[in-house]
C-alpha cells in the first residue's frame, strides 16, 4: 500500500503541534472518541477557554473537526485530512488514553453543561 506523502513544512507544523503534551493528549482521546470541551476539563488542569484555544490550533492544522450540535460542538479527529496517516502514525508510539476517557465517562460532565 503507497501511502502519501505530506509536504514537509506541514508536517513539521503538525510536530510542532503535537510537541505540545495537552493537544498530543486531545489528539490521543480523539483517536478514541470525540469530545466535547466540557469532557476536556474532566481530564486537564486548565480552563474552558484554554481548551479552547489548542482544539483551534488542532482544527487550523485540519487534524480536528468539529461538529455543531444545538448549542455544542463535539471534536474528532479529521479522518479525510492528508495529514491524517502521519497523525495515526504519531499516535502508535504514545501511550492511548483510555485512563482519561474513563475518568470522563466516570464524572459525566455532559449532564452538567447539557451537551
Given at each position: 500500500?503507497?501511502?502519501?506523502?505530506?509536504?514537509?513544512?506541514?508536517?513539521?507544523?503538525?510536530?510542532?503541534?503535537?510537541?505540545?503534551?495537552?493537544?498530543?493528549?486531545?489528539?490521543?482521546?480523539?483517536?478514541?472518541?470525540?469530545?466535547?470541551?466540557?469532557?476536556?476539563?474532566?481530564?486537564?488542569?486548565?480552563s474552558?477557554?484554554?481548551i479552547?484555544?489548542?482544539?483551534?490550533?488542532?482544527?487550523d492544522?485540519?487534524?480536528?473537526?468539529?461538529?455543531?450540535?444545538?448549542?455544542?460542538?463535539?471534536?474528532?479527529l479529521?479522518?479525510?485530512?492528508?495529514?491524517?496517516?502521519?497523525?495515526?502514525?504519531?499516535?502508535?508510539?504514545?501511550?492511548?488514553?483510555?485512563?482519561?476517557?474513563?475518568?470522563?465517562?466516570?464524572?459525566?460532565?455532559?449532564?452538567?453543561?447539557?451537551?
Amino acid at each position: 500500500m503507497l501511502e502519501s506523502k505530506v509536504d514537509l513544512d506541514k508536517a513539521a507544523n503538525i510536530l510542532k503541534l503535537l510537541g505540545d503534551k495537552t493537544r498530543l493528549t486531545i489528539v490521543g482521546i480523539l483517536k478514541q472518541r470525540e469530545c466535547c470541551v466540557c469532557e476536556f476539563l474532566e481530564v486537564f488542569d486548565t480552563s474552558q477557554p484554554s481548551i479552547s484555544q489548542h482544539l483551534r490550533k488542532l482544527k487550523d492544522a485540519g487534524m480536528v473537526k468539529e461538529e455543531r450540535r444545538g448549542q455544542w460542538i463535539y471534536y474528532s479527529l479529521n479522518q479525510q485530512s492528508e495529514i491524517y496517516g502521519l497523525i495515526q502514525d504519531i499516535l502508535e508510539h504514545v501511550p492511548d488514553q483510555t485512563d482519561k476517557i474513563k475518568m470522563i465517562d466516570k464524572n459525566n460532565p455532559t449532564l452538567r453543561c447539557g451537551c
